[in-house]
């Protein structure tokens, strides 16, 4: 949502870590400030990123809208709690009597028309006895537990840089759903145009990306190869989410 801020926050993450190197020439505001608004480079910015030093990524916060995902993925990004905030619409104040919409997961977006039919006849099933709790004069509240994971949400999300790259780099890994990878990649991709240094692949991507998998026994057994951008992921894994326009006419 506040695209500037990824560009404030490459520019204050160089000028922490150059605070802290100058130190004994600041003898002022202006002195502090002079500093503030010195132009860098992007190799300055490359070499900085690329230190074991987190902190000085922590001085800006990206906040991202996530419309149409679904309560699951909602479920499972919330577990991120350290430098994050989250907002959702609500189930206690929102009324979905007869305007749901849900997620198809990939594996059912590609399966067949049958296996299609029967998920959102669930769903909607599902839907259909919390209208019922509704009229029957249940509240939003208690109804809402009738909804099903994939009735579709709102979230915002706010994070420092360096908690996004954590995010992201957990969450793109080939050992989450489909979704929760399928969102992460796509806001990775947003993050990444705006920043191709702040957000790289080998410092933002799944953990076989930056370095190796940290899953030991539990690892999917497929290494992301290290330099794909998260669009060639995108169009590596889910290719049923792109037509043959697309993918002549996208290129990283």
């Known amino acids: 949502m506040n695209t500037g801020a990824v560009k404030e926050a490459e ?3 160089v000028f ?3 605070l802290t190197q100058r130190g004994h020439v600041i003898h002022s505001m202006d002195d502090l400030l002079m500093l503030y608004e010195k132009a860098y480079t992007e190799n300055t910015l490359e070499r900085i990123t690329a230190l074991p030093h987190p902190t000085v990524q922590k001085f800006a916060v990206i906040t991202v809208a996530v419309v149409g995902a679904s309560r699951r993925f909602l479920s499972q990004i919330t577990r991120h709690q350290n430098e994050v905030k989250f907002m959702s619409a609500s189930l206690q104040y ?17 399966a067949s028309q049958d296996v299609q039919e029967m998920y959102m006849k669930s769903c909607q099933s599902d839907m259909d006895s919390y209208s019922e709790l ?9 109804a809402g537990y009738a909804a099903p994971q994939g009735l579709r949400n709102i979230l915002i999300i706010s994070a420092t ?10 969450r793109v890994c080939r050992r989450n759903t489909a979704e929760t990878r399928i969102v992460m990649l796509k806001i990775w991709q947003e993050l990444y145009e705006l920043s191709p240094i702040l957000f790289a692949p080998e410092q933002t991507g799944a953990f076989c990306q930056r370095d190796y998998c940290k899953e030991g026994k539990l690892s999917c057994g497929e290494t992301i190869y290290k330099l794909l951008s998260p669009s060639h992921i995108l169009r590596l894994d889910y290719p049923a989410l792109f037509t043959e326009d697309d993918n002549e006419n996208t290129s990283d």
Not at 94 to 110: D, Q, R
Not at 161 to 170: A, E, F, L, T
């Open 161 to 170: 840089p360096y908690q996004w790259k954590h995010m992201i780099g957990q």
């Open 16 to 18: 922490a870590a150059r």
């Open 94 to 110: 929102s009324n979905y009597n007869w305007n749901a919409e849900f997620v198809v997961p990939y594996e059912i977006l590609t």
């Open 134 to 142: 509704i009229q029957l004069g249940i509240g939003n509240d208690a």
């Open 11 to 13: 520019k204050h993450t």
